[in-house]
């Protein structure tokens, strides 16, 4: 490859230019309610009671700073992806988005929801809204994306052709409806579903890769894929590289900025490393987010 990786944050903006982009498109960002936001940084603080790794966020900073964090790196477009680990929370969480969104015209509204009878009322609203993401975290809200009470809200996301960032791999950690079975079962319902993995599906790729190859609106997302912190706990086996590279229109950029304990360079660092070429990484790090959210250049 002849444009070198960015070698730490300040070289990002390079890297992009470089390839010829007008800069970057991730789906995988999190801004949520300060207290909310805390105890997420605070579970954090704790990982290796958890993961059995620490894991020091690196972006704990101010909402401004994060800000503008993001805007020096050159991400121009980005969601804020709340997610409840209960009950009662998904409204209170989508109204907080709308506004912050509002107020900040580079963020994608997003929203999210979880299994309870509101929930149908709630997701029409924040589509009336203008939410253009949903999120959902399978591990973290511990309930099957099959449940009965969210077939209407899967049906409708379906036929607004909405994406929906879906967490339901088994890592970093396994819960009791993560892995590709519950999501394999959810598209064989709702087939049209713009579905896009988190993390790839880490652990299970292979699988992942399955879904994405079977399912026309499928993505998967890059957040921490093939860098050195997840290979050393979830390793990628290389010899998916080609099925990656031949996905090139499905992939698209994500970070989990900004709780993740390395710089944002390295997450970019690591897609180059995988050396699928530079058309590859101009569709994954710009284009197919672009197209997905139908941004203007």
């Not at 994405?212 to 290389?238: C, I, K, Q, S, W």
Request: glycine residues 8%.
């Amino acid at each position: 490859m002849s444009v070198p990786p960015p070698v730490d944050d300040a070289d990002v903006p390079r890297f992009w230019r470089e390839l010829g982009l007008p800069g970057l498109v991730d789906v995988h960002v999190h801004f949520l309610p300060p207290r909310v936001q805390a105890k997420v940084w605070g579970y954090f603080e704790a990982a290796r009671e958890h993961y059995g790794t620490d894991w020091p966020v690196r972006y704990a900073l101010p909402e401004d700073e994060r800000l503008a964090v993001l805007g020096g790196l050159g991400v121009r477009a980005f969601p804020t992806l709340p997610y409840p680990h209960k009950a009662g929370m998904a409204a209170w969480l989508n109204d907080w988005s709308a506004a912050f969104a509002d107020a900040h015209p580079q963020v994608l509204s997003s929203a999210t929801f979880f299994p309870e009878p509101e929930a149908p009322h709630y997701v029409a609203e924040a589509l009336h809204r203008g939410a253009r993401v949903f999120k959902v975290h399978v591990q973290v809200g511990g309930f099957d994306p099959r449940h009965p009470l969210l077939e209407p809200v899967w049906s409708r996301l379906e036929e607004t052709g909405t994406p929906v960032v879906v967490h339901c791999g088994s890592g970093p950690l396994r819960g009791e409806h993560t892995g590709p079975g519950p999501a394999a079962g959810l598209l064989e319902r709702h087939p049209g579903l713009r579905l896009v993995v988190a993390h790839l599906g880490m652990p299970e790729y292979r699988e992942f890769l399955d879904l994405a190859e079977r399912y026309e609106h499928v993505h998967l997302d890059t957040t921490m894929f093939a860098t050195g912190f997840t290979e050393r706990l979830m390793p990628f086996d290389r010899a998916l590289r080609p099925r990656l590279g031949a996905l090139r229109e499905k992939v698209l950029l994500g970070s989990d900025f900004p709780s993740i304990p390395y710089p944002y360079a390295e997450q970019l660092a690591a897609l180059a490393g995988l050396d699928l070429g530079e058309d590859w990484l101009r569709a994954v790090l710009h284009d197919n987010g672009a197209r997905l959210f139908a941004l203007e250049d």
